[in-house]
C-alpha cells in the first residue's frame, strides 16, 4: 500500500498506512506532545480515531488538550469520528481477550470507520497501567500487531512510560515496533527497528542502483534514438533523392515515348497506303496511352502508381481527338479513385486503349453520333478489378473469354489482358460492351 498518511507529529512526518509504531514518554507534557498533533492529524484526514488512555494523561486530560487544538471536537465525539476512554473503562468493556481477538477487534473497527465513509483507522493505547506478569502475553500481542496490520489502513501508536521500563522492556518495545520516539534533552528523536534501518538501507540501494540502470538504459536509449533520427534523416533523403529521379526518369521515358510518336506520325503522312497509315495510327495510339501513364507518374506525388480513373479520362480525351470524333461522340468516365502500380498500369492502359478504339472505328459508321462510357473498379484485397468500356452504336458478335479473335487489337488484348490475370469478355445487342476482369 504506498498511499502515506500525516502522521501529525514533525519528527516522524508522514508514514505508510499499517504503521506500529511507539513513543518513550516520561512526563504528561510528553504525551500531549505527541497524541494531540497525532489525532488533530488523523480528524482533519477524516480518520476515525479512538484513544484509550491511561494515567499520567487520562481521558479528561486528553480531551481537555484536544479541544485546545480541535475546537469542534465534541461534534466530532457525538458523530462517533472519535472516541476517548480511559484504559480501565476500555478493560471492563474488552475483558480478558487473547491477542488475536483484540487484533481482530481493532480490524473490525477499521472495515466499519471505511464502510461509515471515514479515510481509515487511526488508535493509540498507553501501557502505563500494565504489570510485570501481563508483561509476556502483551509483548505477544505487540509483536502480532505488526504483523496484521500491513496492507490495512490502520495507524497504532502505542506509549510507554520510561520510568516503568527497564533496559529489557525496552529492548523488547523496539523490537516489536517499526520504529520508536522518545525524547531526549528536550528534543524528540527516532529510534527504528535493526531490520527496518537494513530494510531501508538495502531499499535506498536498490532505488540507487535502480537509478543508475534507469539511467545506463535512458543513455543508451537516447542513443539509439539519435542513430534512429540519423539514419531516417538519411532515408528520408535517399527517399526524396529516388523520388527526383524516378521523376526524372518518368519525364524522359514520356519525351522518348514522344519523340517515338512524333517518328510514327511523320511515316504514317508519308505513306500512300492507307493500311498502313492506319497500322501506324494505331500503333501511335499505344505509344500514346504508355506516354500519358509516365506523364501522370511525372505530374503527381507518388512515383509509382496512378489514379487510374483519372488517367483514363486523359486518354479517351486524346483518343477522340486522334479519332476527330470530339463533336460527335459523348464520352462519360467513372473511376472509383484507385490507385494502380506501374507494372498494371501500363497493361491497363494499352486494354483500355484498343478497347476505345474499337468503340470509335466500328460502332459509329457512316459519321453516326453516340456515346461511349468507361468505367473501372480497381482490385484489392482478393476483389477482382474490373473495366468496362461500353457504347451504344451498331452492336458486336457476343465474344467469350476464351476466344481469340481475328484481328490484331483483339488477339493484343488477349495477350496483355494474361500479364495481369485477366479475362475479356465482348457482348453485343444495344450497343456493345468490352469487359475485363483482373487479379493484379
Not at 476512554?85 to 475483558?95: A, E, K, N, P, V
Request: hydrophobic fraction near 40%.
Amino acid at each position: 500500500m504506498g498511499e502515506l498518511a500525516n502522521s501529525g507529529i514533525p519528527a516522524i512526518g508522514s508514514i505508510p498506512w499499517g504503521s506500529h509504531f511507539c513513543q518513550f514518554y516520561e512526563t504528561a507534557d510528553d504525551l500531549a506532545d505527541t497524541l494531540v498533533p497525532y489525532f488533530k492529524a488523523g480528524l482533519d484526514a477524516n480518520e476515525q480515531c479512538m484513544w484509550v488512555t491511561s494515567s499520567p494523561f487520562g481521558a479528561e486530560d486528553a480531551l481537555s488538550a484536544l479541544r485546545n487544538a480541535v475546537p469542534d471536537v465534541d461534534r466530532r465525539m457525538r458523530q462517533g469520528q472519535i472516541e476517548i476512554i480511559d484504559h480501565q473503562d476500555w478493560y471492563l468493556r474488552t475483558g480478558k481477550m487473547g491477542a488475536d481477538e483484540v487484533i481482530d477487534g481493532w480490524l473490525q473497527r477499521k472495515e466499519q470507520a471505511l464502510a461509515r465513509g471515514y479515510s481509515g483507522f487511526r488508535l493509540t493505547g498507553n501501557t502505563y497501567f500494565l504489570e510485570a506478569k501481563d508483561w509476556d502475553s502483551f509483548t505477544e500481542y505487540e509483536s502480532k500487531v505488526n504483523d496484521c496490520f500491513c496492507n490495512h489502513r490502520v495507524i497504532a501508536l502505542c506509549s510507554y512510560c520510561l520510568a516503568k521500563s527497564s533496559a529489557g522492556d525496552v529492548m523488547d518495545v523496539v523490537k516489536n515496533h517499526q520504529f520508536a520516539l522518545t525524547r531526549r534533552h528536550g528534543e524528540w528523536t527516532l529510534i527504528e527497528h535493526g531490520a527496518l534501518k537494513r530494510a531501508k538501507e538495502e531499499l535506498r540501494r536498490a532505488n540507487e542502483d535502480l537509478e543508475r540502470r534507469v539511467d545506463e538504459r535512458t543513455a543508451d536509449l537516447s542513443a539509439a534514438l539519435a542513430v534512429l533520427r540519423e539514419t531516417t534523416a538519411n532515408l528520408q533523403s535517399a527517399l526524396s533523392d529516388k523520388d527526383v529521379l524516378l521523376r526524372e526518369v518518368h519525364h524522359r521515358v514520356k519525351n522518348n515515348l514522344q519523340i517515338i510518336n512524333s517518328l510514327l506520325t511523320f511515316k504514317a503522312l508519308r505513306s500512300t497506303d492507307s493500311s498502313i497509315r492506319e497500322a501506324f495510327n494505331d500503333t501511335l495510339r499505344r505509344v500514346t496511352a504508355m506516354s500519358l501513364v509516365h506523364e501522370a507518374l511525372y505530374q503527381q506525388e507518388t512515383t509509382s502508381a496512378i489514379d487510374f480513373g483519372r488517367y483514363l479520362t486523359v486518354l479517351c480525351e486524346a483518343l477522340s481527338e486522334s479519332f476527330g470524333m470530339t463533336d460527335r461522340i459523348r464520352l462519360e468516365v467513372v473511376g472509383d479513385g484507385s490507385l494502380v502500380h506501374l507494372d498494371a498500369a501500363i497493361p491497363l492502359g494499352l486494354i483500355a486503349t484498343e478497347a476505345i478504339s474499337n468503340a470509335m472505328k466500328h460502332a459509329f459508321p457512316n459519321g453516326g453520333a453516340g456515346s461511349i462510357s468507361v468505367t473501372f473498379n480497381g482490385a484489392g484485397e482478393g476483389k477482382p478489378g474490373l473495366l468496362t468500356v461500353r457504347d451504344d452504336g451498331t452492336g458486336a458478335v457476343d465474344t467469350p473469354p476464351a476466344a481469340g479473335g481475328s484481328g490484331t487489337g483483339f488477339r493484343l488484348v488477349h495477350a496483355i489482358a494474361k500479364q495481369v490475370g485477366g479475362q475479356v469478355r465482348i457482348s453485343g445487342g444495344q450497343g456493345t460492351t468490352f469487359t475485363l476482369d483482373y487479379m493484379s
